[in-house]
Nanobody, 123 residues
Framework: QVQLVESGGGLVQGGGSLRLSCAAS????????MGWFRQAPGKEREFVAA???????YYADSVKGRFTISRDNAKNTVYLQMNRLKPEDTAVYYC?????????????????WGQGTQVTVSS
């Protein structure tokens, strides 16, 4: 079993930055594929970014060039640095873990989820 706890959400003005953190516990973290997803009110959960065990990264087109996913295996933590935030980035952001080295952009492929952290971007 893996427990994931997100932190770092909040209210920010458009153009600003936030860094989300996701602390993992319970199982060896280093070989897990990790992802960030988000869900805005009235919308389906969507893929944001993912990182595999070697550090290869993948992004949704909507965040490419603005967001950066990274991981620190020594700290069992994955990060999402979000720059140049836009009002349409407003959502609850979820960290997810997949018990395999292969990343995907499909939420149902992930085995473990955090409780989510709210990000609100004002215009």
């Amino acid at each position: 079993q893996v427990q994931l706890v997100e932190s770092g959400g909040g209210l920010v003005q458009g153009g600003g930055s936030l860094r989300l953190s996701c602390a993992a516990s319970g199982r060896p973290f280093s070989t897990y594929a990790m992802g960030w997803f988000r869900q805005a009110p009235g919308k389906e959960r969507e893929f944001v970014a993912a990182i595999n065990w070697r550090g290869a990264t993948y992004y949704a087109d909507s965040v490419k060039g603005r967001f950066t996913i990274s991981r620190d295996n020594a700290k069992n933590t994955v990060y999402l640095q979000m720059n140049r935030l836009k009002p349409e980035d407003t959502a609850v952001y979820y960290c997810a873990a997949r018990a395999t080295i292969v990343v995907t952009a499909t939420s149902t492929d992930y085995d473990y989820w955090g409780q989510g952290t709210q990000v609100t971007v004002s215009s």
